[in-house]
């Protein structure tokens, strides 16, 4: 290899590096990480609440609810 292959390939990781980054202090900045389990828990509806399994591969039966006794 030439030196400039090793220039360009320095340059590229260079700039995957800086891309990281700006993408990890943008998260910060904009609170991405302050709340996991609020964004956790938005996939969840009244349809199929937290904790409860409401589908299943298809041809198969769907799990049996829980019975809280």
Do not use: C
């Amino acid at each position: 290899m030439e030196w400039s292959s090793y220039i360009i390939a320095f340059v590229i990781a260079l700039l995957i590096t800086g891309s990281a980054v700006v993408a990890l202090r943008w998260a910060v900045k904009s609170g991405q990480f302050r709340n996991f389990e609020k964004g956790a828990e938005t996939i969840f509806d009244e349809d199929e609440p937290m904790g409860r399994p409401a589908d299943s591969f298809p041809g198969k039966t769907p799990p049996a609810k829980p019975t809280h006794s």
